[in-house]
């Protein structure tokens, strides 16, 4: 469960990027934030990934508060995360397969067990072929399940996604889409943020935080379609 209390980001040169923010987010759902440019979406992915921590009000993940978690602690509740970023964050001279591996060896999981993990995750993505393929060779789409496959071979609770399908066009976007929705099916929570849901999947159920300027000014559940 991920739960904002009265949650305010601010940074120096920028003023308060979120201010007052709350919503519960409960294990299993999925959810899309919402809003323009520049209202918060990012800032708001970063603090429930722990990236970042509020500077008022409370962050709970498991009933952990972010903000008292001690520096040594941190890496084992990122754990919990699946991070998809828009720009991919590819390792460009390493091979699909090792660019998936490479959230495994930080966790020291090597050999066999990294291999099936790795190869489950390309097949999940419809990769499983290029594996020995560079990320330059891959199509846009492609790369973006690229780094869904790295997000999701550590099999994490939560996924987030910024901006997942902003730079694709309908198909792929649409392709991308039913990937994350069957990872909610499984029981993964997922977290998108994206300026409209206007290309969900209308037989999804989920959640819509609407971020205008800082401020969370809708937050909507929508049922499943029948």
């Given at each position: ?41 990012s ?49 460009y ?28 995750a ?41 901006e ?45 935080l ?17």
């Open positions: 469960m991920i739960v904002f209390d009265q949650v305010t980001k601010r940074y120096p040169s920028s003023g308060d990027i979120l201010q007052q923010v709350s919503f519960t987010i409960n294990e299993g759902d999925m959810v899309f934030v919402t809003g323009h440019s520049g209202a918060g979406k800032t708001l992915l970063k603090l429930i990934a722990a990236i970042e921590r509020p500077t008022q009000g409370t962050v709970l993940i498991n009933n952990q508060n972010v903000s008292k978690i001690n520096n040594a602690a941190l890496p084992y509740l990122r754990r919990k995360f699946g991070l998809i970023f828009q720009d991919h964050k590819l390792l001279d390493r091979n699909c397969f090792h660019n998936v591996a490479l959230p495994l060896s930080i966790n020291g999981i090597t050999g066999d067990e990294a291999s099936k993990r790795i190869r489950a390309l097949d999940k993505v419809g990769l499983l072929h290029k594996e020995r393929a560079m990320p330059i060779t891959l199509s846009g789409g492609e790369q973006q399940r690229l780094a869904i496959a790295r997000a999701v071979v550590s099999r994490p609770a939560i996924l987030i996604a910024d997942p399908t902003g730079n694709l066009d309908t198909t792929y976007a649409a392709d991308i889409m039913q990937l994350f929705q069957a990872f909610n099916q499984v029981g993964v929570t997922v977290i998108i943020a994206m300026h409209d849901t206007a290309n969900v999947l209308q037989e999804t159920s989920y959640q819509t609407h971020l205008d300027k800082g401020r969370l000014s809708a937050h909507m559940h929508h049922a499943q379609m029948a």
